[in-house]
């Protein structure tokens, strides 16, 4: 059923088939990404572990300690100025967003930083990028079938 494109074998497929087969393995993608990383309510409910406390629990940025702007002048641990001589230059401005995001939404709804409203948006967006990761891929190679197993790994 995943067929079309130039690098599958077999007569070529018109563009509903090959947009009906994209869809499909969009949807068993979504699935199989689920079940990886949201399907388990004791993973969802953990604790903030290991660099968490640097990135998410230990950030200005964050924590919403310093102002917005700031996620475009600080490194991802946002203790330091990307300019700064010690900073580590990792620049993840889109993750240290989702965290602050993270960060009011919770604090708005429970009045503190739960750890289960990272893991859920967190889940969600793996599952999001990973379907996302099928049209790119079909789009750069023209396999329907080669970019639902790379969306898999």
Request: charged fraction near 20%.
């Amino acid at each position: 059923p995943l067929r079309g494109g130039a690098g599958d074998s077999g007569a070529r497929s018109s563009g509903a088939e090959t947009m009906k087969a994209t869809m499909l393995g969009m949807v068993v993608v979504a699935v199989i990404a689920h079940l990886l990383y949201g399907h388990s309510e004791k993973m969802l409910n953990g604790e903030f572990v290991y660099d968490d406390g640097g990135t998410v629990t230990g950030n200005p940025v964050t924590m919403a300690k310093v102002p917005f702007s700031e996620v475009w002048k600080r490194d991802y641990w946002g203790k330091d100025q990307l300019v700064d001589r010690n900073s580590h230059k990792s620049f993840r401005p889109l993750t240290s967003i989702t965290f602050r995001w993270n960060f009011e939404h919770s604090v708005k709804t429970a009045g503190d930083m739960l750890p289960y409203t990272f893991h859920v948006w967190n889940a969600a967006l793996h599952v999001v990028v990973s379907v996302l990761v099928v049209p790119t891929v079909q789009l750069a190679f023209g396999s329907v079938r080669d970019s639902v197993r790379v969306s898999i790994m």
